[in-house]
Every structure is written in C-alpha cells, then in structure tokens.
C-alpha cells in the first residue's frame, strides 16, 4: 500500500456553477483588494488609521466567515463538490485564451481557511505591533493587498491565474519588505527577495508556456470531446484540462519527448515553487526578508508566501507523479534545503532569523513530502506549520516590541517572569514545531518522514529519510537553544522588558490552542492502538481514495520523538545557564563559520552580480559606447563631413578650373551617349 | 463632421490659433493646448466606443479571413491630375494608436505648464509634431503617409535642440542632430521604397494598394529596404543608439511623445506598410527579425543596467521593450502579433509616466544621476508611488496593460516555435534583467536617506499637477484588469494581416514544390509590368 502516493485530486466530483456558493469565492477574493484600493486612493482612510486597519481586518474575517459557512460547512457532508465560476479574460479569435475565475475544492477550501485563519490572527496583532507607526494606514492597505495576491493563487482554477497572482505576491512582498524603506538594509532585502522570485519565474513560466502548448496542441483525434470541450471554455492553461489531458493520453501522447519532456516540463514547473517557497538554491531572499514589520514576517513566512509554492505543487501534483526524474530532484532539493536550514539556524542569535531558517527547514521538509508524492503529508504540514510557526513569528514580534525593538538574543533572557503569556505561548509552539509531544508538528513531520521510507519513486530516499531524522533533532536544538537565551536565566537589556498588550496576547493564545488541536486532523492508521479512519486530512483530500491511509510506522514516530529529545536536552544543557554565551563556535571552528556564513552561498550571489552581471553590463556597455556609437555611427558622420570638405574644395572660385571640368564633363556625357546609341544600333541590328 | 477629419483638425487649427496669441499669454496659450488635445481625447474614446458598431468606409480583400475593413472613412480631392485624395480611415491597430497619441499628448501638454521658455512656440510645435503623428496613423493615403511622417520629425529636432538640456552623460546639439539625421535617413529609406510601391501600383491608395498582388521577387527586393526604414525609427538594433540620447536631452513632454508614440510610428509603418503589402517577403524575412530583437531585448537591458543616469535606463528599457514588440511581429502568430500592437499601446502610456516623472524631479533637481538623489519617497511620495507603480509595469506586473501584452507575445513566440524557442526563452529572461534596473533605480532614487539639498523638492499637489499621471496610470490598470475591449480592437486590424502572412507562406512553399525549374519566371514579371505602364 503506497502512502500518499494517490494524487490529490484537482477535479472529478460534482461541478457547482450556479448559485451564492460558486461566486461568493469572488467576494472572498476582491474584498482585500478593494480594501487596499480604497488605502490607496482615499486619502482619508488612508490617514485613519483605525478605520484602515478596521477595514482591512474586516475583509479578512469576511473571507473566513464566507469560507467556512458557503464552502467548508456544507461541503463537510458531500465533500467531493466544487464551485467554480470562470469567465473568459483574454480571447483571441473568438476563442477563450486566457480565463479568471475562481474554484473551490477541498484543497483551495483547506488552503483558503488556513490564509484568512491565521491571517486574521496576524491582522489583529499588527494593531498592536504596529501602534504609534505613522504610517499604519499604508501599512494595512499594502497588508490587504498581500492578502488579495496569496487568495488569487489560492481559488485560481488555472496556470495562467496562478502566474499572474505569483507576480502580485512578488510585487506586494517587495513593498511590505521594503516598508522600512528608510532604512538601506530594507530597500536591499526587498530587491533581493523580488529578484530571486523573478529568476524562479522564469523557469516557471517557460514550464507553463511547455505545458500548454502541449495541451493546446490536442485535438479530438486524440482525447475526448469532454476535454476538448472544457478547454474551449476554459483554456488550455486550467489545471482540470491538463489533468484530464494527462489522465487519457499520459506524458507520452502529451508531449513530443515523452516522459523525459513531462519530467523538463515539471522541473521548470518546481521552479517556481523554489522561488516562492524558498528552497535551494533560491532560499537566500528569505532571512533578509525579515527586514519587514514581525507581522509581515509571520505572514509571508508562516500562512503565505512561501506556502505559495507548497501548494502549487500539490495543486498541480499530475505533473509531478510519476514524471521520471523530477520526483528525485525535488525530493533531494528538499532534503538539501532542510538540512543547510537547519545548520545555519543553529548559529543565529537574532530571534527573528532564526524562526526564518526553521522556516526554511520545515519548507525543505515539505518539499521532500512532494517528492515523496506524499501531497496530502505535504499538506497536512503547511497546515499545522502555519499556525505554530505564525505563533511563534507573533511570540518573537511581542518579546521584540517587550524588549523595544532589541532582536538579539544575547542581549535578552529573563523574560520568562517577565512576558508570561508570551512565554507559555512560545513554549506550546516551539513543542508544535520540535515534535516533543504529539502536538501538532508531530503528525505531520511523522506522517512525512514515513512518506519518505514508503516512497519508490526517489532515488536514494533511504538517506533523504536519514537526513530527515537528523534535522528533526537539529530542530529541536537550535528551537531550544533559542528558548533558553530568550527566556532563562536573566534579564540582559538596557530597558526594562514588559509584556504586550492584550490586542497582540489574544492573538498568540488563540494560534496556540489551534496549534495544540490541529495535528488532530491528521491523525494516521495506528495499529499499535487499532486507531483507523481517523484521518480527517486525508479522508478531505483524497475522498475519491479512501482506502489509501496513512499508517504510522511505529518505531519511526517513537525513534523521531526521542530523537527530538535528545536534541532538546542538549540544548538545555548548553544554554540553560549560559547566560547568553554561545560556546558552540568555539567547539566546531570551522563547520560552525561556514553554516554562520550561509555556506558562503551568499557570498557566491553577491559575486555573481556584482561581478559577473555587472561585467556583462559594463562589457554591453562598452560595446555600444565604443564600438556602435564611436567606432560605427560617429566615424560614419564623420566621413560623411570629410567627404563634404573635400566637395567643398572643387567650388573654387576661379573660372578657369570650372572651364576644365566642365569640358571634362561635357566629354564624358558625350562618351556615355554615343556608346549607348552605338549599342542600341547594335541591338537593333540583331 | 467626420471623427478622423477632427482628430487632424482641431490640433492644427489649435496650432494655427496659437500664431495669433500674444507670446506672453502663457495662460491663454496653454488653455488652448490643452482644450485642443483634451477635445481630441474625447473623440478618440468615443470613436474608440463605438469602434465594434461603427461601419466599414472601405475593405481591402474583400474574402473571408483577410477582408480587412476601415473605418470612420473620410475622403477629398487634393490633386486630381496626380491622383492625389486626402483619405483618412483607420483600422483598430490604428485606432489603437490614435488613443494613445491623444492621451499622451494630452498629459504632455499638461505636465508642460512649468516651461517657461518661449512657451508660445513650444506649443505650436508640440501640437505640430501631434498632428503629423496624428496624420501618420489615420492616412490612407501614401503621399499624405509620408508627408505626415516627416511633418512627425522636424518639429521633433527643434524642441529638443531649443528646449532640451545638456548633462554629464549626453551633449544636447550631439543628441539631436543624431537623432534627426538617423530618422530623416529612415524616412528617406523608407520613401524609395514607397515610391518603388507607387510606380508599381500606379495608384497612391492604400486600400489598393493593400489588394494589390505583388510579384514574390518585388517583395523580397522592397520589403528589407521599407522594413529597415521604418526600424530606424522602431528603434531595432544597432539602429537604435538615436533614441535614448534623444530621450536624455530631451525636455519631458518630448520624451514622453518621443518614446510613447513616435517610436511606435516605425512598428506602425512595419505592419501597415512592410507586413500588409509584402506577406510573402514577411513571411521569408520575419524570422530573422526575431534574432535581431533578442539582441534589443537582451542587450539593450544589460546596457540599461550599467547606467546611472535615469533617462538613459528609461531610454535603453524603452529600446528593450520595443524588442518584445519587434518579438510580437516576428512571431507571425495572431496572438503574437495582436500582443504586440498591444504592448506599443501599454508601453507608450507606461514609459510616458515614467518620463513625465523624470521631468518632474529634473526640473527641480536638475540631475537625474542616481548617485546624487535618493530618499526622495520622503519629499514625493505622490511621484515616488506612481514611479515605482510605472517601474512594476514595466517590469511586467499583473494588474498594468503591459502584463497582459507582453505575456501575449511570449505566447506568440512560444507558439511560432522559432529558433528551437530560444528567442522566447531570452525574452522571459529579459522580464528578470528589467527587474535589476528598475528596482535599482526605485531603490538608489527614492529609497534610503534624503540628502540635505532634497529637503525642499516640492511633489505634485494640485489637482491640475496630478491629473496627468493619475490618467496614464488609471489608462494601465483599466486595460490591465480588463484587457478584452482593446484585444477585440487590435485584433480587427491584425488578423487580416495575420491571414495574409499565413497564405504567403503557404504560397512560398507552393512555389518551392511546384516551381523549381521556372524559377526565374516571377523574376521576369516584375520589369514587364513596369515597362507597359
């Protein structure tokens, strides 16, 4: 019995295009992004503060309350419905080139309540976070359009949406990066994180643009009526088109090249998701992305962003299964991405930045799922991992603003006494994320690292499943570490630390009972405890595949438990009475530096542009200046003027010289006519 | 009275009336530029509204796919002996262009209140130079074609030579005697090949001409001379270092017409002239104008890169985006090329906003390098948001028009199937090398710390300081979410260029299968045709 290995299905089930249900996803859709117009260009909303952020927590919440009463509730006792509306966007020659619209099935459902859910929680935090900033209103109206973007890719039906709100969060991220746009270090952030993006796009799209002209190219000859039909409707770009295409003539009738094409088109496909979701080697834009507000940060990186590129897979995982080597590579970039994740959050001090590279980390984790084809794993885990990891992005902004803007955990401790919901909150998170208890992260880590010992199409997946435990326990070392220089031993700051207000603790309780509660969900087949059918996840995926469960390999969930203990009680051991002092540098030398300096793969970037694309720039440059417009254009001009002094040299003056070469003349026009009368004669004669 | 006829009316009579206004009328003076062009806006939308329902005055190929129909027809006598009408009609590529011309001219003389400098004749020029633009892309005369091509030029190399300026990175007499020289020497090539067209017709109407059947060796001796003509003014490469040093001298309502329309003129000559009437030369010769516009797309973005200078940037990303355009039209697809007069729409409107903006802190600043402003956000944030709304259009950012077309003509190139995809593949990767130059320019201009001598640039306040730009900017988000009523337009003047294309290489093969052994009887025909006339 294959784990997950059964794609999650994009379509089949019965199709809602009438009624509230199959628009009402619009209103969840363009209520932020009427929001973040209203910001924009109102100026008095603009400047009322309370009234923008009112508005832009009320179009969140109205997105949740829309999700969970039209689509969640009544579709929880037939669960195989979608709602969809599509309208023709681009139409070229009569037929539909481009479509907009929205679809939701269980999986935009799922993914939709996790955006608004945890969204909301972040939304009414920044009203505390953010108090006093005088430009809040801006920063709401940029936060809404943030929100609009991720709901586009979220509900988008097609490839082509799903680019066109991949850019947007690009764009919107770019502007809540930079929102600090004062300070230098944000301007950069922000450029790097939207050009990093950019260069995941372009393989993205030369994917897309493969894909559909595979699928375009199609006719009747070779697939059905019932696809055809759709994709005169809906274009050659919507994912239930190109999955029913896959489904009736497989990669070999769908592209030329056969699988080895299917497996280059879903490589270029991942890129995308290697942009967005940050995985290596284009994961460099996401620690500096913390340059943001903290909520921006919980945001992008917890329920967002980079959950984007997560989900694409899984939306579009047809593509993926069973497409030769492609499983492989994005396994291994998985495996890859949690491991250096994980080591380069060990050597962190700043708190923020180390939440990025767990970040990092759980997303490698995510992505070895989808190469695993464990898409409802992969899943499950985004889930839980929204809201533990929104939670403790939340934990770190409250002990930053406590400790007034102070991001350095050496300079922190104590704050346990001091920041106790905060605290008790952290803790519940940190638990959620390390796997010490079956909370939450424990789940959905157990249910990936099983999808890994159970998987066939990967390449070596014993040793990927190797490098998963030993993150686990790397996990659990530096999530400790952070938590004992945070809240052991004493207070090392200059201002006195306080806790947050109730707008920002309220928040952090209720993402922390959530984080208790969610892994429930997903609970897999026990046969220790007889526990079965009671995976909720995946009875909500895969209906269509009941049968295929989850099971928990027993010794792997109690092994991975211990091993995150273990891990946890080093770290204590180190850091409990450490009193800030990290002796991890000294003890590991030089492995240590290279995980501080990122493994130099920062530095190698920076190279690459500064250098290499510069020198390409330089060089274009100097062609155009030198050689074009000196060496081809100027010296032509400049030709040109000679020519016209000598020219000028014959206009003399003198009378005699004009004589001469008139006669001169004269004697040549004379010479040309009677050769021409002479061989027209000639001619004539014949 | 006829919509056309008005549109070329109202600015040169308003160039007229602007002869008899005292010089220091300056009120009085803009008052009229801006009625005048803002009455030629109105009626460009309305005819733009009701483009769909209005009736056909003429079709060219009056069968099936290729019937190509113009509109808003208007037609008199100008010389008789000669055969000589004044005929004016447009096709929705024209009509798209005409759109553009009159809402760029419109926020160009608005964003023009601040000269100071002889505004008389400043005006009376602007509106010159607009009419002959005006005239190029409603004429279906070809005399009148030509004459409103060159009227389109002159004016240009007064108001740069007499109201441009001179920087660290560009001389402005440098600057505007290349510019002009590089046109007139276009306009020329282009006019032996207009000639060629007429003595081999015999007839200066478009719409016959159009119908008229020319002999496959004719094609392929024409169409590279008119097609390099009218790519001078594009600007393809290497033709193209006039354009940004004319952009870099030029004072800001000039760039913005400059860029926005008048290198538009030379893709409109490609297609009205070089692709409609030659399609099996097209047919031959377009695929190596895909190679050629690689080179503008890519090169000409690496060499914006290393500039510091923001016009430059602008001008060599104009010269780059004017590849994706050429990319358009070589692709030879409908939705290739329907992207492309889409996107010489979109980016006009966009890269006139930004050169609008430019202005605007030039004429205070009176640098534009990148090293010596920044954190200019803080003093403007009005121009500072609008400029970083213009830099994501033009990096390609869904929700602006130029998304929406340049995606199209990626479309079209991936479809063409063209040197194994590798021009499409460049031009995607050419999104990425936007990116780099304008977020650098966003990030170095308007970001970080205000240097003390900034702290008194003043932003746009009033109403009349602001409309301008938000107008182009609302121009790229309407057509940006809703781009369907200017596709439906464009593709009612492509598709039948489209269509003929396709035949002419269907017609091409035809000749290579039937025809080897005769292959020197199209030659012959075309001298005997001109020896009987």
């Known amino acids: 019995m294959d784990l997950g290995l059964m794609p999650v299905l994009a379509s ?128 709401f109206g940029k936060f809404a359009l943030f929100v609009f973007s991720m709901l586009g890719i979220v509900v988008s039906p097609n490839f082509f949406q799903t680019f066109i709100f991949w850019e947007l969060v690009g764009a919107s991220s770019y502007l809540l990066i930079g929102y600090y746009w004062k300070k230098d270090s944000a301007g950069q952030a922000a450029k790097k994180a939207f050009m990093t993006n950019r260069v995941g796009d372009f393989g993205f799209l030369m994917g897309i643009l493969m894909i559909w002209a595979a699928v375009g190219a199609l006719t009747n000859d070779t697939i059905s009526q019932g696809v055809t039909s759709l994709m005169a409707a809906h274009s050659a770009f919507d994912f239930r088109v190109i999955e029913q295409a896959i489904g009736e003539v497989h990669f070999t009738g769908l592209f030329e090249g056969g699988v080895a094409a299917a497996a280059i088109a879903a490589a270029l496909v991942f890129c995308g998701a290697m942009g967005k979701s940050a995985q290596f080697p284009l994961h460099v834009w996401l620690p500096d992305a913390m340059e943001g507000p903290t909520p921006v940060s919980a945001l992008m990186h917890a329920a967002t962003m980079v959950a984007a ?22 396994c291994w970039i998985g495996g890859i991405t949690a491991f250096i994740a994980a080591s380069m959050a060990i050597t962190q001090n700043d708190i923020k930045k180390v939440l990025a590279y767990s970040t990092l980390s759980q997303l490698g984790y995510m992505t070895m799922a989808l190469g695993a084809g464990a898409y409802t794993g992969a899943m499950f885990h985004l889930t839980t991992h929204a809201f533990f990891k929104a939670l403790l992005f939340l934990c770190a902004g409250s002990v930053i603003h406590g ?67 030993v993150v686990a326990a790397m996990t659990a070392f530096y999530m400790w570490r952070a938590t004992y220089m945070t809240f052991a031993g004493s207070y090392r700051g200059d201002h006195p630390a306080h806790e947050s207000p109730k707008v920002m603790t309220i928040p952090l309780w209720v993402l922390a009972i959530f984080s208790i509660f969610i892994g429930f969900l997903g609970i897999p087949e026990i046969t220790a405890f007889g526990v079965k059918d009671a995976n909720f996840m995946e009875w909500w995926l895969h209906h269509r595949h009941k049968g295929a469960a989850a099971t928990m390999h027993n010794w792997l969930a109690v092994g991975a438990t211990v091993i995150a203990w273990i891990g946890m009680l080093v770290a204590r051991a180190i850091y409990r009475e450490s009193e800030g002092k990290d002796p991890l540098p000294e003890k590991l030398g030089r492995i240590w530096t290279t995980w501080n300096r990122l493994y130099y793969i920062d530095d190698l970037y920076l190279w690459l542009v500064q250098v290499v694309q510069q020198g390409i720039a330089r060089t274009a440059w100097f062609f155009e200046r030198w050689i074009l417009i000196q060496g081809v254009i100027n010296n032509a001009s400049q030709s040109v003027r000679v020519a016209g002094d000598r020219v000028r040299r014959v206009q003399t003056g003198r009378l005699g010289s004009y004589v001469t070469s008139f006669l001169l003349g004269a004697a040549v026009i004379g010479l040309l006519v009677l050769l021409q009368v002479g061989m027209s004669h000639a001619a004539g004669g014949k | 009275m006829n919509p056309l006829l008005l549109v070329m009316l109202v600015p040169a009579a308003a160039t007229l009336a602007l002869f008899f206004i005292d010089a220091d009328a300056k009120r009085a003076i803009r008052s009229v530029a801006t009625v005048a062009t803002g009455l030629v806006l109105v009626i460009a939308i309305f005819m733009f509204i009701g483009f769909d329902s209005a009736d056909a005055t003429w079709t060219a190929n009056a069968d099936g796919d290729s019937a190509h129909d113009y509109k808003y027809g208007f037609e008199t006598e100008w010389v008789p002996q000669m055969g000589l009408n004044f005929r004016l009609g447009v096709d929705g590529m024209g ?53 409103f091509y060159e009227l389109a030029v002159i004016p240009m190399f007064l108001l740069i030579g007499v109201w441009g300026s001179t920087t660290k990175t560009v001389d402005q007499n440098y600057a505007t005697m290349k510019l002009v020289l590089l046109l007139t020497a276009g306009a020329v090539m282009a006019l032996v090949g207009l000639i060629s067209i007429w003595s081999e017709v015999g007839s200066f109407n478009m719409v016959l001409i159009e119908q008229h059947e020319f002999s496959k060796s004719f094609q392929m001796t024409w169409f590279p001379v008119i097609f390099l003509g009218f790519a001078a003014l594009v600007p393809m490469w290497p033709l193209h270092s006039w354009s940004p040093a004319g952009h870099a001298s030029a004072p800001a309502a000039v760039s913005m017409l400059h860029a926005g329309v008048l290198m538009k003129l030379g893709a409109f000559g490609i297609l009205r002239v070089a692709c409609s009437y030659f399609p099996q030369a097209a047919a031959e010769y377009l695929p190596y104008l895909v190679v050629l516009c690689c080179m503008n797309i890519v090169y000409g973005g690496l060499v914006a890169i290393s500039q510091r200078d923001m ?25 290739g090329m329907e992207g492309a007069v889409f996107l010489m729409f979109a980016h006009g409107i966009m890269t006139a906003l930004t050169f609008a903006l430019i202005g605007w802190f ?99 306040r009033t109403f009349a300081e602001r409309f301008p730009y938000v107008m182009l900017t609302g121009v790229l988000l309407l057509f940006g979410f809703w781009p369907q009523p200017m596709i439906t337009m464009v593709e009612q003047g492509v598709k039948p260029l489209v269509t003929r294309i396709d035949e002419g290489r269907e017609q091409n093969k035809k000749a290579v299968q039937i025809d080897v052994p005769s292959k020197d009887a199209p030659a012959n025909d075309a001298p005997a045709q001109g020896e009987e006339r």
């Open chain 2, 311 to 335: 016009k430059l940037i602008i001008g060599y990303s104009s010269s780059s985006h004017m590849g994706y355009v050429l990319l358009g039209i070589g692709s030879m697809t409908l939705i």
């Open chain 1, 309 to 330: 590129g997560i989900y694409m897979v899984i939306r579009c995982n047809f593509l993926f299964y069973g497409a030769e080597w492609a499983p492989t590579l994005i």
């Open chain 2, 95 to 147: 009509l798209a262009m005409v759109l553009l011309t009159a809402l760029i001219i419109f926020a160009g003389v608005m964003v023009s209140y601040n000269i100071e400098k002889r505004v008389k004749e400043y005006y009376i020029l602007l509106l010159a130079l607009v009419t002959g633009v005006f005239g190029v892309f409603v004429s279906l005369d070809l005399f009148f074609y030509y004459f």
């Open chain 1, 12 to 139: 089949g089930g019965d199709i809602i295009t009438e009624g509230f249900a199959s628009w009402a996803a619009w209103i969840i859709l363009f209520a932020p992004l009427l929001v973040a117009f209203l910001v924009a260009c109102v100026p008095a909303i603009r400047k009322n503060v309370n009234l923008a952020a009112g508005l832009a927590i009320a179009s969140v919440a109205l997105g949740l309350v829309l999700t969970l009463f039209v689509y969640f509730f009544p579709t929880l006792g037939h669960h195989n419905q979608i709602y969809e509306l599509i309208v023709p966007w681009v139409s070229v020659d009569g037929s539909v080139a481009i479509a907009f619209g929205t679809r939701m099935d269980a999986l935009s459902i799922t993914m939709t309540l996790v955006v608004t859910g945890v969204g909301l929680a972040i939304f009414v935090y920044a009203l505390g976070y953010m108090k006093g900033d005088p430009s809040m209103g801006r920063f």
């Open chain 2, 362 to 460: 030039y004429d205070q600043t009176h640098t534009r390098m990148l090293d010596d402003l920044g954190g200019m956000m803080k003093v403007m944030p009005f121009a500072g948001t609008l400029f970083i709304i213009a830099s994501m259009a033009s990096a390609g950012l869904p929700g602006f028009a130029n998304f929406a077309s340049e995606l199209m003509v990626i479309i079209g190139a991936w479809e063409s199937n063209l040197w194994l995809l590798i021009p499409a593949i460049l031009a995607i990767w050419g999104l990425v090398i936007t990116g780099v130059y304008l977020l650098r320019a966003v990030k170095d201009a308007w970001f970080g710390e205000l240097p003390e001598r900034w702290k008194d640039l003043r932003d746009q």
């Open chain 1, 403 to 469: 400790c007034h803007h102070e991001q350095d955990m050496t300079k922190m401790g104590g704050l346990r006494a001091k920041m106790p919901s905060t605290y008790k909150t952290w803790i519940i998170g940190t638990i959620a994320l390390t796997a010490l208890a079956p909370i939450a992260g424990w789940w959905s880590k157990d249910e990936i690292l099983g999808a890994t010992l159970d998987t066939h199409q990967v390449w070596g997946s014993g040793f990927l499943l190797f490098i998963g435990i």
